[in-house]
T-cell receptor, first 115, second 111 residues
């Protein structure tokens, strides 16, 4: 499967627990983006990463949320001390490097439910 | 004013008709424009990208861009019931790879 992979597809956490969402970009892609989508709302940009670098985290909440894209392994979106309002679909997308090549391809998403 | 605006719909067209979806954006320095399709409960799927003024055709889909009017549209010819979905317009502001999204237009193609 050469597409963007995300796991888990569904994640249930109790309030106060930690959620870790993983994303492996499409083969040949070095740019990763995380988005959040609430029911009946649009996609909201969270963070843009390249290997070992956070390029733009202007959409990330200041507290409890962090993201990384290590040299080896998938990108991780980490949510600490989850609250009910964190329940949403979290999508990862990837794109190739280079100018004029920002076509972003999405993974299947992780549906996070906080109980 | 929202940065990227779309009519939420629902837009209803009969099978075989042309569906026309519109998107306006507020930032004049926007460089790249994308149309995605999202089925209920699924992730967005890239349909078309367009970077220059004019039309770009791909199969039954045509994207139209008018930077002077800050307007981008998507035409779907010979609409099929399988085209029923939410269509999302995304705009890259500047050249920083950050996409700003419209809320989407819901399209229903009736057999």
């Amino acid at each position: 499967n050469a597409g963007v992979m995300q796991n888990p597809r569904h994640l249930v956490r109790r309030r106060g627990q930690e959620a870790r969402l993983r994303c492996s970009p499409m083969k040949g892609h070095s740019h990763v983006y995380w988005y959040r989508q609430l029911p009946e709302e649009g996609l909201k940009f969270m963070v843009y990463l390249q290997k070992e670098n956070i390029i733009d985290e202007s959409g990330m909440p200041k507290e409890r949320f962090s993201a990384e894209f290590p040299k080896e392994g998938p990108s991780i979106l980490r949510i600490q001390q989850v609250v009910r309002g964190d329940s949403a679909a979290y999508f990862c997308a990837s794109s190739r490097a280079g100018t004029g090549s920002n076509e972003q391809y999405f993974g299947p998403g992780t549906r996070l439910t906080v109980t | 004013q929202k940065e990227v605006e779309q009519n939420s719909g629902p837009l209803s067209v009969p099978e075989g008709a042309i569906a026309s979806l519109n998107c306006t954006y507020s930032d004049r320095v926007s460089q790249s424009f994308f149309w995605y399709r999202q089925y209920s409960g699924k992730s967005p799927e890239l349909i078309m990208s367009i970077y220059s003024n004019g039309d770009k055709e791909d199969g039954r889909f045509t994207a139209q861009l008018n930077k002077a009017s800050q307007y981008v549209s998507l035409l779907i010819r010979d609409s099929q019931p399988s085209d029923s979905a939410t269509y999302l317009c995304a705009v890259e502001i500047g050249n920083n790879r950050k996409l700003i999204w419209g809320l989407g237009t819901s399209l229903a193609v009736n057999p």
